[in-house]
Structure formats: structure tokens, C-alpha cells
């Protein structure tokens, strides 16, 4: 065999990497639990599992994390070869569903997490195979030994799988990363252990969101819980806003790209708004939602495009579409966590990523009501925003019914109520509020928020006596009044606006 630059009689010694060094190396990818399950979640679901069942088992030192799937299994020799590091080349082209890469997930994602990894599988019409790593012995012989049986006393813990007749169980024991040599008792460790469920259970209810969301879904079970979807973008909720998607290509490959800006806190309920805020918090979860074969790697980042996390912007989060083919183009780790677009793609997402941005920091500033002002000319602001010699005013809507009215009485008092009116212009306290405001917006009131409906029916029928003044009929001024800002979030109680209602004061 020739190969270029290497002469036919060049002499060559073999240095195969050392056992003992090379595992003990693959221990630091810096995987954590999440993401070390949700790599084998991946093999699973490739494998065409239906159910995935998750068993954290707290026994002190004897503590275990099993994960058994009813997918189409391994043989022996199967499993000979995926317990290889490195079982297949990442320069293989993959069947389109695969999530997998690099041949090395179900070692390096286990080997972080413990040091005896033994998985049991059944593949259609063939006896149970059982292949086990023990990182211990492996360190001692120095030789890449896979022992053929589960350790002594774990027999048991293979069960389930002589009841199926498909499936795979990977068991990982000697949990020294997140259990080590605690002691049964130890109350502790044995929270952070449970803990540690919880935080799995989020991890993997975002990750594969699309795969539990879906009409012939996966099933996800954690200690006998089923795992509850997290979509990160509020679908559900009317007033999400779904900016037009945009499809980018590259290298003949399609990526799509679906922005999304989130409802205001005071659109949804407080339940749904704190769900939304997912395992990071609504700052740290905005951004770029980039899936491969709809499996989630990167939850909220802006992908080195020049955008900080602001809080102003964090109602933005923007689905990414990426295919398994496209994997060396956008830079995909051994972790599934990283994806970094191609440079050629980076002026498309920039865009993207400011016109989402922009859309967002309106809806968190305004309520939503810019973008209302925009769609719909009629809406009835008591504000102005004006600007004047470069400088931002707040100037009170002279044509506001409710002012106007107060402006046609013909009194002595009109320069007291004008003067009124121009001292609260002037010293609208813009800075305090833009201080308070982005520190905790949630604590900032909305109109009229917790106020008895009498009270804000007083304000209701005082516009509603003006607009009747003006010849509008009983219908119109309710209509009209609906158009006013904060009426439009108080339906029920202007409809029951009437002459009645206010009997006799009209003319
Ligand atoms: N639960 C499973 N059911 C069936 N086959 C499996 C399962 N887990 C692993 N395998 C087989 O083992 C192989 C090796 O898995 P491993 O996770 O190490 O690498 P990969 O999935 O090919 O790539 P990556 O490193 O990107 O995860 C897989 O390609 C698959 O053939
Ligand atoms: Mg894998």
C-alpha cells in the first residue's frame, strides 16, 4: 500500500494510547449529569425507543443510575463494537434520524458520571449480550478489557430485560462524581442525590421537548414520573409572537430559522410565566434555540454574534432547524452542548437576532402597546412620547376624551387644571422608573392592577359621559372606550356601560 509522504520501507513503531491514561483523560469532556443522560437519551432514541425508563437508586456507595429502552437493541458482537471508543468515524455519513456522531457518547458521557459502566441488550430473536467496562481493573491490567457479565451482585438489576424481547439497559455504578463514598444514611448526600433527579428531569423535559411533544411520542419516565415536555416558546399562549420564519441555505442544506418573541408577564398567567422562565431564568434562556434532528443543543445563547443577554431582550428566543449533515459545519461537540453557525451564515442570524431583539425590547418596555400602536391606529394612548431637540418628552394626549373634557369646562379654573397638567408632564419621574423598572419588572404594578372594578368602573363611566357627550351612541363609546389604554383589559365590565348605568346624567 502507498500513501503519500510515507516511503514504502519507512520503518514505524505502534504506539497505541495507554489504557489507564486514556480513560481517566475521557473522564474530563466536562460533561455534566444533564447533559452525560441526555447523551444516552440520544442512543436510545435512535435506537427507535418508544419508552425510555430512568432509575436513580440512592444506596449510599452502592448507588446506581440505570436506563432501559424498548428500542431495537444489540447483538453481542453489536455491543462488542459500540462499547469501543471511537466505534464509528465521525466522517461517516449517518441515517438522517441518527443523534449520534462521534462514536464515543455512550463511554465518555458515562465515564463521567462513574467508573463501572455495564450495559445488558436484546435485539430481536437474540439472547441478552452483556459488556462491562470497569475503569478500576481497566487501570490495573492496563489493557482494553470489556468483561462479558454484569459485576458481582448487580445480576439482578438486568431483570426487565428477560421480560422484553428488545432493549437496552445501560447501568452505571461506582457513582464517584456525584455520589462517591457516602454512607447510606447520610441525609446529604442523599438530597443532593434526589437533587440531582430534579435537575436531570429539567434538563431532559427541555432537550427532547419536540420528541415528548409529538403525536406518536416518547415516553420519558424518571423514577416512575413521566417527564412533562418544556417548550421554550410558549406556543400555547395567544399572545406570543411568531415573527416570519426564514429558511437559510448553505452547501445545498437548509437551516431554518423561526423567531419568536415572548408575551409580556402581564399577558399570561403567573404560573405560565414563571414555567417559561426554564431551568436558567428568563435572562439566561434568550436567544438562539438551535435543534439537530430536533433534539435541543443549545438553549438560549447568542452565538458569538456581538449580543450580550440583556434583560431588556430576554423575551426573544429564536428556533434554529439544523440536519445531522451539517454537523462539521456548525462545529457540534462530542456533548451535543455547542453548535457555532458557519461564517457565512452569521450576517443572515445577526440580522435575525436584532430585528428579534428589537421586537422583544418593545414588548418588555411598552406592554406590547407600541406594537398595537403600530398595527392599530385607533388605540388611544393617555401618553405622548414626543421628541424635541434630540430629547425624549412624555407629554400628556390632549385629545384624550377624558382631558378633553376637563379642557371644555368653561371655568376660572382652567389655568389651575392646565398648570396641573404641565407640572406632571415636566416631572414624569423617567429616571426613577428606568432604574426600578429593569431591576424587577415583575414588581412594577400594571394599570389599575388589584383594584377593585368599582373603582376603576368610576374611572370607566366618567370617559364613557364624555364620549356620549360627543354624540357617539351608547355602542360607539363603548367601543371607543375599549380602544383606550388599559380598557382593552377590562371587556366585561365596559360592556356593562349604559345610560342606565349612569341614569340621567347624560343628555
Ligand atoms: N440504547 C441503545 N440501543 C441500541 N444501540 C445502541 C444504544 N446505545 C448505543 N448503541 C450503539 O452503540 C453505538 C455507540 O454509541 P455512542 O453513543 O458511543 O456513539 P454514537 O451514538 O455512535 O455517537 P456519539 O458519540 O455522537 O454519541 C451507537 O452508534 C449504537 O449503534
Ligand atoms: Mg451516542
Known sequence: MTFSGVGDSEQYSIAAPLPSAMVESFRAFGYDIGTAIADLIDNSVTAGAKNIWLSFSWDGANSHVSIRDDGYGMTKS?????????????????????LGRFGLGLKTASFSQCRRLTVASRSKNHEVAISRWDLDYLNQVNEWRLLSSPAEGSEQKFNDLTNMFQGTIV???????????????????????????????????MVFHRFLEKRDRLKLWINNRIIKPWNPFLLDAQATQILPSEPLTFNGETVK?????????????????????????????????????????????WLSLGYQKDEHCKLARIQVDLPNSMDSDWSIDIKKSRARPPIVLKADLRRIAKLTRHR?????????????????????????????????????NKEHSLVQEILNIPNNYQPLIRALLRLLEETVPVQQIWVDNPAEPEKQAQPFDEIPSEQVMEIMIEIYRALRKTNLTQEQARDRILTIEPFQNFEALTKTLSDQLISGDVK
Open 78 to 98: 453489536q455491543l462488542i463494537s459500540a462499547m469501543r471508543l471511537g466505534s464509528q468515524s465521525p466522517l461517516e455519513q449517518r441515517e438522517s434520524h441518527d
Open 171 to 205: 447501568l452505571w455504578e461506582c457513582l464517584d462524581r456525584f455520589v462517591g463514598n457516602a454512607k447510606n444514611d447520610d441525609q446529604k448526600a442523599q438530597n443532593d442525590f434526589l437533587e440531582t433527579v430534579e435537575v436531570v428531569e429539567n434538563h431532559l423535559a
Open 257 to 301: 430559522v423561526q423567531p419568536y418573541v415572548l408575551p409580556h408577564h402581564s399577558k399570561i398567567d403567573k404560573e405560565s410565566y414563571d414555567r417559561a422562565a426554564g431551568v436558567n431564568g428568563w435572562n439566561a434562556q434568550q436567544g438562539f434555540y438551535v435543534y439537530r434532528n430536533e433534539r435541543l443543543l443549545v438553549a438560549g445563547d
Open 360 to 396: 422583544a425590547t418593545e414588548i418588555y418596555r411598552h406592554r406590547g402597546k407600541v406594537l398595537a400602536r403600530e398595527d392599530n391606529e385607533d388605540h388611544v394612548f393617555i401618553w405622548d412620547k414626543k421628541i424635541m431637540r434630540g430629547k425624549v418628552f412624555y407629554s400628556i
